[in-house]
């Protein structure tokens, strides 16, 4: 293992492992593991400028601040996740009253969601300690992300779903060839019983919140995020007048994207680069909101919940990093919002109306941005960049349910002129 991968350390005790002493979660108490880089180390051999100068445009650039060796993957799928772009819409901050407003798109990476982040660093790992076979549950996005990073490498992967996925989910896990598994039960029934075939047949898990290489994968988008702000709308000449932090709206299942991102952000701060930390807003869906409902309690206790909402990426009973994640709004001034499913279908059109398609758990995140400036948490002049986590092709039904149909005419110039009123 590189020498920079000096170990984890629990997030409820604080025990800390050598790299070869746990595999997923602490003995103790099952509290999710953050991986320990050599801090020291990397900060006397790299500097942020060589980031900066970097020519590699994907997650790859980070690679010094990731616990893998090199892959030296050629120009394959799993070599371009990452590296995502950010959209200025000015147009749309304008409509709504916010000064400044930019939208992270992350259904732009290979098998088009967030998810391809954490799948490429766990394929990565997986290789790297010949893994046999991959596995994860999901609720599509993860299961699409790792079938397709495993079958660009050719590793043999193994996906459990809930029976409800979204059928274009499904499709994209049967297209990549791995071996797909659906499980008459909700997306907690298929997380359970993945930890125990993993177990029984010595796969490695990918499971969220459970293996500590996924969060190592998603603190990339903080990367980016840094990356950007600090060259771009954050640099101190533009800012001069102007030292508001960025608030980033983000939507929140299992828990370990927002808790990914916050560690990115916490790895730039132990290496001193951070010169500012952005607050961290995450969104529920009302019928899925035990991370909300904890941070609101004031706590860390996660009570599950029986998951009902239209955005199935982020339908979750139990979440699995739920402890990081209402630590992640807490520790940076950010909170939690909660929105209704007619919000999310909203918000899915009126993205739409600037050229983004985005599925419902990417939609959460700005009718959350809607809901904390409607409530005054997010002010005028607040600088906020939004996350889209995925495509909107993934989820077309709920798409369609969030327009009118369009119309059907017979082919004559008459019917055109009546149904536009020409
Ligand atoms: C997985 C996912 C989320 C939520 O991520 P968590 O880590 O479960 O909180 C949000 N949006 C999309 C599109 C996802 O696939
Ligand atoms: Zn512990």
């Not at 059928?167 to 297209?175: E, G, S, Y």
């Not at 909107?392 to 149909?405: C, I, N, W, Y």
Request: neutral net charge.
């Amino acid at each position: 293992m590189p020498e920079k991968f000096v170990g984890y350390q629990c997030s409820i005790c604080g025990r800390t492992f050598a790299p070869g002493q746990v595999t997923y979660t602490c003995p103790h108490d099952g509290g999710n593991l953050d991986v320990l880089l050599d801090y020291p180390a990397i900060q006397h051999s790299l500097a942020p400028e060589q980031i900066f100068a970097s020519q590699e445009m994907s997650l790859w650039r980070y690679l010094p601040l990731l616990p893998v060796e090199d892959p030296e993957y050629p120009q394959i799928p799993i070599r371009s996740a990452g590296s995502t772009p950010v959209y200025t819409l000015p147009r749309l901050a304008q409509e709504i009253g916010l000064r400044e407003l930019w939208l992270k798109d992350e259904s732009r990476n290979p098998t088009a969601s967030f998810k391809d982040r954490a799948s490429a660093v766990v394929v990565t790992r997986a290789r790297q300690i010949a893994a046999s076979v991959v596995v994860t549950a999901s609720t599509g996005n993860a299961g699409a992300a790792l079938a397709g990073m495993a079958a660009a490498v050719g590793q043999p992967a193994v996906i459990f779903a809930p029976r409800s996925a979204p059928p274009a989910k499904v499709a994209q896990l049967l297209i990549y060839g791995a071996k797909v598994i659906l499980v008459d039960g909700s997306y907690d029934d298929a997380f359970d019983l993945t930890i125990q075939a993993s177990q029984e047949f010595g796969w490695y898990c990918r499971n969220t919140g459970y293996n500590p290489f996924t969060l190592e994968g998603k603190k990339t988008a903080g990367f980016e995020i840094w990356e950007w702000w600090t060259l771009g709308p954050g640099s101190l000449f533009q800012r001069s007048l102007n030292h508001k932090p960025l608030s980033i709206f983000v939507s929140v299942g299992d828990g370990n994207i927002i808790s990914g991102i916050h560690k990115g952000f916490r790895d730039l701060e132990r290496l001193g680069w951070l010169e500012q930390m952005p607050r961290l807003f995450g969104v529920q869906a009302e019928g899925s909101a035990a991370v909300a409902n904890a941070f609101f309690n004031g706590g860390e206790t996660i009570k599950p919940v029986t998951a009902n909402t239209v955005a199935d990426s982020i339908s979750v009973d139990l979440p699995r990093d739920g402890v990081r994640a209402v630590r992640a709004a807490r520790q940076t001034g950010g909170s939690y919002i909660i929105v209704s499913d007619q919000e999310i279908i909203q918000a899915i059109a009126a993205i739409g109306k600037y050229g983004i398609f985005i599925e419902p758990a990417g939609a959460a995140a700005y009718a959350g941005l809607l809901n904390a400036f409607r409530s005054g948490q997010i002010n005028a002049d607040d600088p906020v960049l939004v996350i889209n986590t995925g495509s909107g092709l993934k989820d077309v039904r709920a798409a369609m349910s969030a327009v009118k149909e369009a119309v059907v005419i017979s082919p004559t110039l008459a019917e055109v002129r009546k149904v536009l009123n020409l």
